[in-house]
């Protein structure tokens, strides 16, 4: 038997990765092969197309529904198989060694979403900031720390991105995780 190929909004070490192990779990597929697609749009083509056999997409958080997949969704004919709702466990990490002057600009980044969220927290903790979107909030620890961010630059990301990015955790648990959910869609082609 061939493996199951589930693509995601987002890329290893996002939610929608650890959402596509727990589908994984739940329907029974031993071998799973994830491929990320990073945004909405790519992965609802590529359900489409048949590329994968199934897809998880973010559709909404505490914060309303989720505008990239919304917007994605109405060009796209898919049928909706399963949902989980889970628990979000966001850190601000920062690459390691890095050092962090908070009478400067702290850049930080992270998917739109996330930076709705966590917003308030973000602004007690770096009194000057520019909250910097990014597709993903695994891509941007990825790129923190390959070093593609200026100095001054930390990330909003799941906490599993410190240690599969090499990071170091700044904020292990932010206040605002608390009540953050998301709820994920696992999508298949029509017919």
């Known amino acids: ?65 989720v505008l990239e997949s919304e917007l994605a969704m109405r060009d796209f004919t898919f049928e909706r198989v399963d949902e989980l709702v889970l628990q979000i466990n966001h850190a601000i990490l920062i690459p390691r060694h890095g050092k962090l002057d908070r009478s400067e600009t702290v850049l930080v980044r992270s998917h739109p979403q996330a930076l709705i969220e966590h917003e308030s927290v973000l602004r007690k903790t770096f009194p000057q900031l520019e909250l910097v979107p990014e597709e993903d ?40 995780n608390a009540g953050y959910w998301v709820r994920i869609f696992l999508l298949k082609a029509a017919g």
């Open 137 to 176: 909030t695994a891509l941007a620890a990825k790129l923190l720390s390959s070093g593609a961010y200026p100095s001054n630059c930390v990330v909003v990301a799941p906490i599993e991105c410190a240690t599969i990015y090499g990071l170091e955790v700044l904020l292990r648990s932010l206040p605002s």
């Open 1 to 65: 038997m061939s493996a199951v190929r589930v693509g995601i909004q987002g890329i290893i070490g996002s939610t929608n990765y650890r959402a596509a192990q727990l589908f994984a779990e739940r329907h029974g597929w031993k071998d799973l092969d994830v491929i990320p697609l990073i945004n909405s749009r790519q992965l609802l083509s590529a359900v489409a197309e048949r590329l994968v056999d199934y897809g998880t997409v973010a559709w909404e958080s505490r914060a309303g529904i």
